[in-house]
Nanobody
Framework: QVQLVESGGGLVQAGGSLRLSCAAS????????MGWFRQAPGKERDFVAA????????YYADSVKGRFTISRDNAKNTVYLQMNSLKPEDTAVYYC?????????????????WGQGTQVTVSS
């Protein structure tokens, strides 16, 4: 069993920044891809960013390119999402997820484990 715990969410004004963290514990592995997804009320859970096992490959949703950065520290079993230039439309619950079956993925069904989510609210 693997547990993922997100932290770092909160309330921020438009144009501000937040850094989300996702810490993995339990039966953790070095070779896992990680992703961030977000879900607003009444909306689908959408892809935000993904990073490969080594950190050498990253993908971003078009809506966050140039504003968000995903990174990982494998020694700490932690993945980060740095969010800059935040917009009200970024408001959502943000989830981290781990994928042990592929190197990297932008597809929600590929992910094996999910965190509980952390709320990000961006005010105008």
């Amino acid at each position: 069993q693997v547990q993922l715990v997100e932290s770092g969410g909160g309330l921020v004004q438009a144009g501000g920044s937040l850094r989300l963290s996702c810490a993995a514990s339990g039966r953790t592995f070095t070779n896992y891809a990680m992703g961030w997804f977000r879900q607003a009320p009444g909306k689908e859970r959408d892809f935000v960013a993904a990073i490969s096992w080594s950190g050498g490959i990253t993908y971003y949703a078009d809506s966050v390119k140039g504003r968000f950065t995903i990174s990982r520290d494998n020694a700490k079993n932690t993945v980060y999402l740095q969010m800059n230039s935040l917009k009200p439309e970024d408001t959502a619950v943000y989830y981290c997820a781990a994928d042990y079956s592929v190197v990297v993925s932008t597809s929600l069904p590929d992910y094996d484990y999910w965190g509980q989510g952390t709320q990000v609210t961006v005010s105008s």
